[in-house]
């Protein structure tokens, strides 16, 4: 494949065919599809509209040679095009935050039976919110909630608060900066989190992707991995109102731990629920 931009179209079919087979020597799985993606974003299209497409002109190579360089470096692919899908919401995403993973959706499930009146005009607090796609997902299945998100960085508070606007929900959330939950008053009726629960010693097994591209501190969870669950479990009695719930992510292996430090707190666990893997993966309490 010649990477400078080309004074005639390219045929779309070989140049699918090639790549297909860079990202396959570079060890991405499902490199077609990886490979339709990238096109697809090149030309201004989706998957389906890709298919009447039969040749790229010389911008949409040129594009889509960069991003396929990119990609080939294990970038995310989300990173790449600037958006992912988390829950029924587009969202953004940046170098600043982690990629919202559709396991995480497993605590939006948690919240809807555990808080089943729709219409209940709940007071919801994201602590560190990243994208804001937890906080904005519930938002969206709760019309008479309002929300609050909290991140360290700022980048990621700014993000979460276009996440917001891109999705009809700004009137609804205040995405702030700060530490934790620092100059927050409750009482809250649900309180979420997504901490950092890996290990320091595993971060370098992760995935390239996520090794060489997503922010580590939004991934290292100390020397146990339980560092932000212990910052949790004290902050959340003074938080959450007398019937209100939290519902926290769990990493693998963490469905014992994790709840022992908040029954150490005084915090009730109602459930313990599983992601499609089967892993522990939304741990809900309450006082």
């Not at 607090?125 to 969206?140: E, K, P, R, S, Y």
């Not at 649900?190 to 580590?216: C, F, K, Q, T």
Request: glycine residues 8%; aromatic residues 4%.
């Amino acid at each position: 494949m010649k990477d400078a931009m080309t004074q005639a179209p390219v045929n779309l079919r070989h140049l699918l065919s090639d790549a297909t087979a860079r990202l396959r020597a570079a060890g991405i799985e499902a490199p077609q599809r990886e490979a339709r993606l990238l096109a697809a974003h090149a030309a201004d299209s989706d998957l389906a509209g890709l298919l009447r497409i039969d040749t790229l002109p010389p911008a949409a190579h040129a594009a889509f040679v960069q991003t396929l360089h990119r990609r080939l470096n294990h970038e995310p692919m989300a990173y790449i095009t600037g958006h992912t899908g988390f829950w029924s919401l587009d969202i953004a995403v940046s170098p600043a935050t982690l990629i919202p993973r559709a396991d995480t959706e497993t605590l939006v499930e948690a919240v809807l039976d555990h808080l089943p009146d729709r219409n209940a005009p709940l007071r919801v607090l994201d602590i560190g919110t990243g994208t804001g796609c937890l906080l904005l997902a519930v938002l969206a299945e709760y019309p008479r909630a309002v929300g609050t998100g909290t991140d360290l960085n700022p980048d990621a508070a700014r993000l979460a608060a276009r996440n917001a606007t891109r999705n009809g929900l700004a009137a609804r959330a205040a995405m702030l900066c700060c530490n934790w939950a620092d100059g927050i008053t409750g009482p809250f009726d649900l309180i979420l989190s997504n901490p950092p629960y890996i290990p320091h010693a595993d971060l370098n097994g992760l995935m390239p992707e996520v090794v060489r591209h997503e922010p580590a501190r939004a991934l290292d969870g100390g020397a146990d991995g339980l560092v932000a669950y212990r910052a949790l479990s004290a902050i959340l009695p003074d938080l959450l109102a007398p019937d209100g719930i939290a519902v926290l992510e769990l990493g693998i292996g963490q469905e014992h731990n994790v709840p022992a430090i908040m029954r150490q707190r005084g915090l009730h666990v109602l459930e313990i629920r599983p992601d499609l893997g089967g892993i522990g993966r939304a741990l809900v309490v309450k006082k």
